[in-house]
Nanobody, 122 residues
Framework: QVQLVESGGGSVQAGGSLKLSCTAS????????MGWYRQASGNECELVSS???????KYAASVIGRATISPDNAKNTVYLQMNSLKPQDTAVYYC?????????????????WGQGTQVTVS
């Protein structure tokens, strides 16, 4: 069954904003770090941001100052707010629930992954 459900992708103009949402089942949300990867043109997945249960966050250098990850523990949901979007942010964005987040991984290689949501910036 679907464990992670994403929403919020779409097409925006450069400089615009998007907020991605990812809702997980309770046992996944409670037992894993949560985060977002993105995949452009079939490449490996690049970490955008992650958050640990203690609130520690991690961001890719390319999104620092433009992205904010935040959880809503009551809703088993994690959000990724992205501002000042650039064409190079165009990618499929995947929500993931993993024991650890690395900067680059093979998408879906381990843990739990969402179905992906397309973000296109023009």
């Amino acid at each position: 069954q679907v464990q992670l459900v994403e929403s919020g992708g779409g097409s925006v103009q450069a400089g615009g904003s998007l907020k991605l949402s990812c809702t997980a089942s309770r046992f996944i949300f409670d037992d894993h770090d949560m985060g977002w990867y993105r995949q452009a043109s079939g490449n490996e997945c690049e970490l955008v941001s992650s958050i640990r249960s203690d609130g520690t966050t991690k961001y890719a250098a390319s999104v620092i100052g433009r992205a904010t990850i935040s959880p809503d523990n009551a809703k088993n949901t994690v959000y990724l707010q992205m501002n000042s979007l650039k064409p190079q942010d165009t990618a499929v964005y995947y929500c993931a629930a993993l024991p650890v987040f690395y900067s680059h991984v093979t998408c879906h290689a381990y843990g739990y992954w969402g179905q992906g949501t397309q973000v296109t910036v023009s």
